[in-house]
């Protein structure tokens, strides 16, 4: 069974360039998540998605960051403009409505210059 | 607010023997416990979980303790090995599929 998959793994930008990233959750798994991940900090949760809906996105910088899963599978996450803060590895996850288990992907590494 | 607190950033241990990984919650309704496992360049890994009913879960060489009263987890990991050299993420959650808050990680490395 394919894991989660996460496209790029590596982009590097200029400050206020815009960025994406790509997810695609195992096949099944109808809760999508996005994680931020600092250097030396632990994964947090920018927006979780029950299939196409946002259920808990109030960690999300709105003004900069959106998100989307328009047909409840795979997933968008876009920053625009980037700042050089944004520098991190983002994490998609997914998981089965009614576990705690959460599938991570290898993460996109973003550094904005 | 640091709601999941791992106040060791790296631990260091001899091979055969035991590593104590602990963690310290602050929100009282967390009721769901997980460890992950993250190697460089992978995404963390699920290593066990514990349910806020159990005080210990075991599974082969992994065995998570809570104590609730403290607000206090650990993980246990006997005999250790060198493949076992990875950081550690203690994550807590209120019900069972929901948002999980991490800790800071702890690097464990086993030293041949």
């Known amino acids: 069974e394919a894991g989660v998959v996460q496209s790029p793994r590596y982009k590097i930008i200029e400050k206020k360039q815009p960025v994406a990233f790509w997810c695609n959750p195992i096949?099944?798994?109808?809760?999508l998540y996005w994680y931020r991940q600092n250097l030396g900090q632990g994964p947090e949760l920018l927006i979780r998605?029950?299939?196409?809906?946002?259920?808990?996105d109030s960690q999300l910088p709105k003004d900069r960051f959106s998100a989307e899963r328009l047909k409840g599978v795979d997933s968008t996450l876009k920053i625009q403009p980037a700042e050089l803060g944004d520098s991190a590895v983002y994490l998609c996850?997914?998981?089965?409505?009614?576990?705690?288990?959460?599938?991570f992907g290898e993460g996109s590494r973003l550094t904005v210059l | 607010d640091q709601q999941v607190k791992q106040n060791s950033p790296s631990l260091s241990v001899q091979e055969g023997r035991i590593s104590i990984l602990n963690c310290d919650y602050t929100?009282?309704?967390?009721?769901?416990f997980l460890w992950y496992k993250k190697y460089p360049a992978e995404g963390p890994t699920f290593l066990i979980s514990?349910?806020?009913?159990?005080d210990k879960n075991e599974d082969g060489r992994f065995t998570v303790f809570l104590n609730k009263s403290a607000k206090h987890l650990s993980l246990h990991i006997v005999p250790s090995q060198p493949g076992d050299s990875a950081v550690y993420f203690c994550?807590?959650?209120?019900?069972?599929?929901?948002?999980?808050?991490f800790g800071e990680g702890t690097q464990l490395t086993v030293n041949p």
């Open positions: 996850a997914s998981s089965l409505s009614n576990t705690g288990e959460l599938f």
């Open positions: 096949s099944g798994h109808n809760t």
């Open positions: 998605y029950e299939n196409e809906e946002a259920v808990d």
């Open positions: 929100n009282s309704m967390f009721d769901y």
């Open positions: 514990i349910s806020s009913i159990k």
């Open positions: 994550a807590a959650g209120e019900t069972s599929g929901s948002r999980l808050t």
